[in-house]
């Protein structure tokens, strides 16, 4: 089946530091890979949609420049939390979808990065 | 635009008992998907089931059914015969279907967590 691999799964670092997470669809091809995040006992709300080799689109209030999403291949998109803050700290996991995708795919996830700043 | 409801934060089953998770929708889409993730503890997101609006019957998964209900908009996930480790929290969500769209987002609703006793 789809194997969708995000690394790392657990970041524990200082403020003011930036983190990069990977999203890596192992065994099939992703034009579109869904960003989210989850707070505790709460639900995943999207973040973002990056679509490869194009500029990802950000849900309403989610700052782009704090936020870093690239998606430079098929099988790889970046999520970089530029200078973390406490409030930042979150579950964010990567979801990625089938070139010829259709309609009653599921997306396949990632299982997610638990991200501290301390 | 679209809206996943589930009004159950949490239930208890009894261990080989069937439990019935509630979930409602709103979408003005006539097209659209639903689907049922269980999150376990370890944070994954693990698909269980898809419903398409145009579907005649409700779907089946093993021990996982929907009773879908169109004019209701109600997609409840029904399983069958508990087991402990179905333990986890359960998620609704719902894609709205525009063939050849390349941004057809997944949102979900806000989760029931259930706990099977033994």
């Known amino acids: 089946g789809a194997v969708v691999s995000q690394h790392p799964s657990r970041v524990i670092c200082k403020s003011g530091t930036s983190v990069k997470i990977e999203c890596r669809s192992l065994d099939f091809q992703a034009t579109t890979m869904f960003w989210y995040r989850q707070f505790p006992k709460k639900s995943l709300m999207l973040m973002a949609t990056?679509?490869?080799?194009?500029?990802?689109?950000?849900e309403q209030g989610v700052e782009k420049d704090k936020f870093l999403i690239n998606h430079a291949s098929l099988t790889l998109s970046t999520l970089t939390v530029t200078s973390a803050h406490p409030e930042d700290s979150s579950f964010y996991i990567c979801?990625?979808?089938?070139?010829?995708?259709?309609?009653?795919?599921?997306?396949?996830f990632g299982d997610g990065t638990r991200l501290s700043i301390l | 635009a679209q809206k996943i409801t589930q009004t159950q934060p949490g239930m208890f089953v009894q261990e080989k008992e069937a439990v019935t998770l509630d979930c409602t929708y709103d979408?003005?889409?006539?097209?659209?998907?639903l689907f049922w993730y269980k999150q376990p503890s370890s944070g994954e997101m693990i698909f269980l089931i898809y419903?398409?609006?145009?579907?005649?019957q409700n779907a089946t998964e093993g021990r996982y059914s929907l009773n879908f209900q169109k004019a209701r908009k109600s997609a409840n996930l029904v399983i069958s015969a508990s087991q402990l480790g179905d333990s986890a929290m359960y998620f609704c969500?719902?894609?709205?279907?525009?063939?050849?769209?390349?941004?057809?987002?997944?949102?979900f609703g806000t989760g029931t967590l259930l706990a099977v006793q033994p």
């Open positions: 979408t003005s889409d006539p097209s659209y998907g």
């Open positions: 969500a719902m894609r709205e279907l525009f063939y050849g769209g390349a941004t057809n987002k997944l949102i």
């Open positions: 990056s679509n490869e080799g194009s500029k990802a689109t950000y």
């Open positions: 419903q398409g609006s145009y579907d005649q």
């Open positions: 979801s990625a979808r089938e070139v010829g995708y259709y309609s009653n795919q599921p997306q396949h």
